[in-house]
Nanobody, 126 residues
């Protein structure tokens, strides 16, 4: 069992930065890739940044060049550095884990992720 706990959300002005954290508890070494997703009111859940255990990363076009996922295997923590934030980035952010991530489209879709955190709110004001 993998339990994920996010933290680091909050309110920030446009142009600012936030760093989200996701700590994995339980059977932590089973995950092969982890992803950051977000969901704004009235919108579908969107995958924004992904990281594979071997260090490969993937991004949605909406955050490329602004968001950076990273991992600290020693502390079993996943991070999402978010820079140049805009009001369009306002959403609930979730981290999620997959036990196996293969193929060219290793990042997968939200339905491919078995383990999810409870979410942390990010609000960007203009």
């Amino acid at each position: 069992q993998v339990k994920l706990v996010e933290s680091g959300g909050g309110s920030v002005q446009a142009g600012g930065s936030l760093r989200l954290s996701c700590t994995a508890n339980g059977d932590t070494y089973n995950w092969d890739c982890m992803g950051w997703f977000r969901q704004a009111p009235g919108k579908e859940r969107e995958g924004v940044a992904f990281i594979k255990r071997d260090g490969r990363t993937a991004y949605s076009d909406s955050v490329k060049g602004r968001f950076t996922p990273s991992q600290d295997k020693r502390s079993k923590t996943l991070y999402l550095q978010m820079d140049s934030l805009t009001p369009e980035d306002t959403a609930m952010y979730y981290c999620a884990a997959r036990l196996w991530c293969g193929g060219d489209y290793w990042r997968g879709e939200a339905n491919d992720y078995r383990y999810w955190g409870q979410g942390t709110q990010v609000t960007v004001t203009s």
